[in-house]
């Protein structure tokens, strides 16, 4: 069964540093991909970044980039240069492929709340 | 904003009652997913459907209906309510041939 795990309930991080969220997963399947999604206090879901799992080139998008390590089945997220918007709750997600077997739902970990200090 | 739209923003209400939430979807967007997210349980997918059909359930109560409309819009019906079903309850939508799904800002149910 798939199982998204993040370890980190809670982390801080100095406003223009890079934080790293650790995120690791358990999937049989060979096709899944992977989601980071961020929300904010007022609690809308963002969607942030994919990897596919066939991808060989680490996705980026802006100041995030997901550090994907497939034989370690991890999915870390980074983010450069902090900002004071930054402060969430940042979530891993994965998606079982092809979606058509099974539905395209994603599986969500519990999450890591991110706190950028000034 | 992600172009899905969910109503009401906020919903109170009394145990045993029921009621109904609404989605519309991306422009485009065949498919529609619903999840709850609760402290307790986090984010719990609900159900799935594209264009009209259930594709997937998961971990939805029996008190709990959902359907998708020919314009695709969705709705989802919660009935018989308990304490717990208080939660935020999220809607999503995607191109079923993409990989992202984009949520809608959610509608916070409380039950008292």
């Known amino acids: 069964a798939q199982k998204i795990t993040q370890t980190q309930p809670g982390m801080f991080v100095q406003e223009k540093e890079a934080v790293t969220l650790d995120c690791t997963y358990d999937?049989?399947?060979?096709?899944?991909?992977l989601f980071w999604y961020k929300q904010p206090s007022s609690g809308e879901m963002i969607f942030l970044i994919y990897?596919?799992?066939?991808?060989?080139q680490n996705a980026t998008e802006g100041r995030y980039s997901l550090n994907f390590q497939k034989a370690r089945k991890s999915a870390n997220l980074v983010i450069s240069a902090s900002q004071l918007g930054d402060s969430a709750m940042y979530f891993c997600?994965?998606?079982?492929?092809?979606?058509?077997?099974?539905?395209?739902?994603?599986?969500f970990g519990q999450g890591t709340e991110l706190s950028v200090k000034p | 904003d992600s172009g899905v739209t969910q109503t009401p923003k906020h919903l109170i209400t009394a145990t045993g009652q029921r009621v109904t939430l609404r989605c519309s979807p991306r422009?485009?967007?065949?498919?529609v997913y619903w999840y709850q997210q609760s402290l307790d349980q986090g984010l719990q997918f609900l159900i799935q459907?594209?264009?009209?059909?259930?594709?997937a359930k998961g971990n939805i109560l029996e008190r709990f209906s959902a359907q998708q409309f020919p314009d695709l819009h969705s709705e989802l019906n919660l009935s018989s309510l308990e304490l717990g079903d208080s939660a935020l309850y999220f809607c999503?939508?995607?191109?079923?041939?993409?990989?992202?799904?984009?949520f809608g800002s959610g509608t916070q149910l409380s039950v008292l």
């Open positions: 999503a939508s995607s191109v079923d041939a993409e990989e992202k799904l984009f």
């Open positions: 999937t049989s399947d060979q096709s899944y991909g």
């Open positions: 990897q596919g799992s066939y991808d060989e």
């Open positions: 997600a994965m998606r079982e492929l092809p979606f058509y077997n099974q539905g395209g739902k994603l599986i």
């Open positions: 422009s485009g967007d065949l498919s």
């Open positions: 459907y594209y264009n009209g059909e259930e594709r």
